[in-house]
């Protein structure tokens, strides 16, 4: 294949893809600086959107800071408007065999407590997985003004946030 016939992806058809990419201007030694973080705290925000990885077997709850002051750790990115994420982890198949960590119980049982825990944490129903998939297509839980506390966590060298507990404010 000549140079010329190659197309990148999306770009295909594009009279010159390498254009694109050679008219711009940027040293990755020069340019490239670390993700701001959230200190770690309490912070509150609003639920902003829900929905379900079904891939993680988890509920991915968006909540967008407001209402808090301060900067993430670059000293010039508010914190406010900065939208973080909560899961909540869904019993799958196999997880009525398999025990936590401890030993303690199932990590069915384990999930299944978490998110009674959760619900009453929020002033939600969230009884059955019909009654979640219902309010999530119903957009009932967006608007909720929560408290959340958020941590480090670090991911394949990387360190990033992590919400660890959410609940309802008021």
Do not use: C
């Not at 010329?4 to 940027?26: R, S, W, Y």
């Not at 509150?44 to 509920?59: E, L, R, Y």
Request: cysteine-free.
């Amino acid at each position: 294949m000549a140079e010329q016939d190659f197309e990148f992806g999306d770009n295909a058809g594009q009279e010159d893809p390498m254009a694109a990419v050679m008219n711009q201007d940027f040293n990755l030694e020069d340019d490239y600086k670390l993700a701001p973080l959230i200190p770690q705290g309490n912070y509150q925000g609003n639920v902003t959107n829900v929905s379900v990885d079904a891939k993680a077997h988890a509920i991915l709850w968006h909540v967008t800071l407001d209402g808090n002051g301060g900067y993430q750790s670059d000293g010039e990115t508010p914190i406010d408007g900065q939208v973080t994420f909560f899961r909540n982890w869904l019993p799958k198949d196999g997880d009525n065999v398999e025990m936590i960590k401890s030993g303690g119980m199932t990590k069915r049982q384990w999930k299944i407590n978490a998110l009674a825990d959760f619900s009453k944490d929020m002033g939600i129903n969230m009884t059955t997985p019909k009654v979640i998939m219902e309010s999530i297509e119903n957009s009932d839980w967006i608007g909720i003004r929560v408290s959340i506390a958020v941590t480090f966590d670090e991911y394949q060298g990387v360190v990033r946030n992590q919400v660890n507990k959410m609940k309802k404010v008021g």
